[in-house]
């Protein structure tokens, strides 16, 4: 029989789990109801609240050609732009951004204020990188890798960093050391959540000693793949699923330890699920 370990901290965080819950409150009080983009990256739960009337709202464009109706801004949160927008609409807000999320909002709001560049450790794509540039009184500048932080040059010699809350803690580290050495007067906000840093270092740990691993997740999860990156350099035989459906136990085979682990956006009873089979079938 194999060693199958299931992470503590795998699963919904504090903010996915605070605006999902959010969405659903405002089911019970009924009116047109949407999110700004997908709630969460978990096509499950999407699914289920489409199913209950909720609609989304694709981008700033999609705005003007709803009825009006209660909006629920999702963890990633917004640009004041998009904000603002939704309010001159006639939208009721409900803002479920993550409180950290919304932390940064206020430290680049004020520090841009103050004439100092912001560097964003992220992803420029992701919706949480793109809200917090757009709470920026001048232009940010997004830092993904290692080209681009020895490439990184600025006129003004102040710079203020901060970072996307789902970055890995160690790359992170790496590129503010490369920025650092070009000698601006460097200020650094370490807005990476404390909770990603245990599911990152907890995925790590499990992965060391596991002879196959499991990250649960939606594809399009940022948090998820760098799961999945974490666990895959310590264990090569590391499978990124959406749900049970999608796992080969063939794979498995021969496996005497099986570590399992989960995105941020991944419900409790898909990781149970998957636990179960797992010690099921092993």
């Known amino acids: 029989m194999s060693e199958v370990i299931l992470a503590k901290s795998a699963g919904f965080c504090f903010g996915v789990k605070r605006a999902v819950d959010m969405v659903y409150d405002q089911i019970k009080k009924g009116g047109n109801i949407y999110t700004y983009g997908p709630i969460i990256h978990n096509d499950t739960v999407v699914k289920d609240?489409?199913?209950?009337?909720?609609?989304?709202?694709?981008?700033?464009?999609?705005?003007?050609?709803?009825?009006?109706?209660?909006?629920?801004?999702?963890?990633?949160?917004?640009?004041?732009?998009?904000?603002?927008?939704?309010?001159?609409?006639?939208?009721?807000?409900?803002?479920?951004?993550?409180?950290?999320?919304?932390?940064?909002?206020?430290?680049?709001?004020?520090?841009?204020?103050?004439?100092?560049?912001?560097?964003?450790?992220?992803?420029?794509?992701?919706?949480?990188?793109?809200?917090?540039?757009?709470?920026?009184?001048?232009?940010?500048?997004?830092?993904?890798?290692?080209?681009?932080?020895?490439?990184?040059?600025?006129?003004?010699?102040?710079?203020?960093?901060?970072?996307?809350?789902?970055?890995?803690?160690?790359?992170?580290?790496?590129?503010?050391?490369?920025?650092?050495?070009k000698r601006y007067n460097s200020n650094i906000s370490n807005t990476i959540c404390n909770a990603t840093e245990v599911r990152q270092k907890e995925a790590r740990e499990i992965a060391i000693n596991a002879d196959a691993m499991i990250v649960i997740g939606g594809s399009n999860s940022s948090n998820t793949r760098k799961l999945f990156e974490i666990a895959q350099k310590e264990c090569p035989d590391t499978f990124l699923i959406g749900s049970v459906k999608e796992l080969d136990f063939n794979k498995l085979q021969g496996a005497e330890c099986i570590g399992i682990t989960a995105g941020a956006s991944t419900p409790s009873n898909i990781i149970q699920e998957v636990h179960t089979s797992v010690r099921r079938e092993f």
């Open 49 to 181: 609240l489409e199913g209950k009337g909720v609609r989304i709202i694709e981008s700033e464009n999609d705005i003007d050609e709803k009825e009006p109706g209660t909006v629920i801004i999702r963890s990633h949160g917004v640009s004041e732009k998009i904000y603002r927008h939704l309010e001159s609409a006639g939208m009721e807000i409900v803002d479920a951004t993550c409180p950290i999320v919304l932390k940064i909002h206020r430290i680049v709001e004020e520090k841009s204020k103050e004439g100092k560049q912001i560097v964003i450790i992220g992803s420029k794509d992701h919706p949480e990188v793109q809200g917090i540039m757009g709470w920026c009184r001048t232009p940010a500048i997004v830092i993904d890798t290692e080209e681009q932080a020895y490439a990184f040059t600025s006129d003004n010699p102040d710079i203020h960093i901060v970072s996307q809350t789902t970055f890995q803690l160690n790359k992170f580290n790496t590129l503010v050391e490369i920025i650092c050495k």
